[in-house]
T-cell receptor
């Protein structure tokens, strides 16, 4: 399985954009980039995913570089409730149900 | 829909005891997985299943058994509990296909003394 690298922790001021990077230099052509987050040791929650193009939904935006070797999750106006661990992972779901998660980034949104 | 339901929410076991963690989903999802999460750590895949009757090992399968007799249920069995299995256990499910998201249960907090 391809690996991802994320910073261990990040801070963000409330109301500002939070930009969370993820490196995946060994990504293969049929792997999607997925983002999940985990709040207070609850079950992880899906945020967004993409293959090549940038994606946006009501929670966040996902920017994938043209060579697909890295991506950035953007929370446009971070709130205190966005404090969580954010996981970036690669999924070739044609391989079945195997989802491997890395260590994630602990995002602290501060007043 | 209830989504993914895990029972129990909390459990204390003595070393050597066995038990089964239950996971049920009502979304007719093909794929189900079990993870463990140790304090301050990420999620590690224990076992997963791509459909009824089909299971496979993940990253840390030793000490655990699974079976998938129905689409809805994916129980995780601890054969002989050890203190190293103290952890929070999460179950997840998703539809088959390449463009689907995973849904997680709320976890089972297990302590082995």
């Amino acid at each position: 399985d391809a690996k991802t690298t994320q910073p261990t922790s990040m801070d963000c001021a409330e109301g500002r954009a939070a930009n969370l990077p993820c490196n995946h230099s060994t990504i293969s052509g049929n792997e999607y980039v997925y983002w999940y987050r985990q709040i207070h040791s609850q079950g992880p929650q899906y945020i967004i995913h993409g293959l090549k193009n940038n994606e946006t939904n009501e929670m966040a935006s996902l920017i994938i570089t043209e060579d697909r070797k890295s991506s950035t999750l953007i929370l446009p106006h971070a709130t205190l409730r966005d404090t969580a661990v954010y996981y970036c992972h690669l999924g070739d779901y044609n391989q079945g149900g195997k989802l491997i998660f890395g260590q994630g980034t602990e995002l602290s949104v501060k007043p | 829909n209830a989504g993914v339901t895990q029972t129990p929410k909390f459990q204390v076991l003595k070393t050597g005891q066995s038990m089964t963690l239950q996971c049920a989903q009502d979304m007719n999802h093909e794929y189900m997985s079990w993870y463990r999460q140790d304090p301050g750590m990420g999620l590690r895949l224990i076992h997963y299943s791509v459909g009824a009757g089909i299971t496979d090992q993940g990253e840390v399968p030793n000490g655990y058994n699974v079976s998938r007799s129905t689409t809805e249920d994916f129980p995780l069995r601890l054969l002989s509990a050890a203190p190293s299995q103290t952890s929070v256990y999460f179950c997840a499910s998703r539809e088959g296909g390449i463009n689907t998201e995973a849904f997680f249960g709320q976890g089972t907090r297990l302590t082995v003394v």
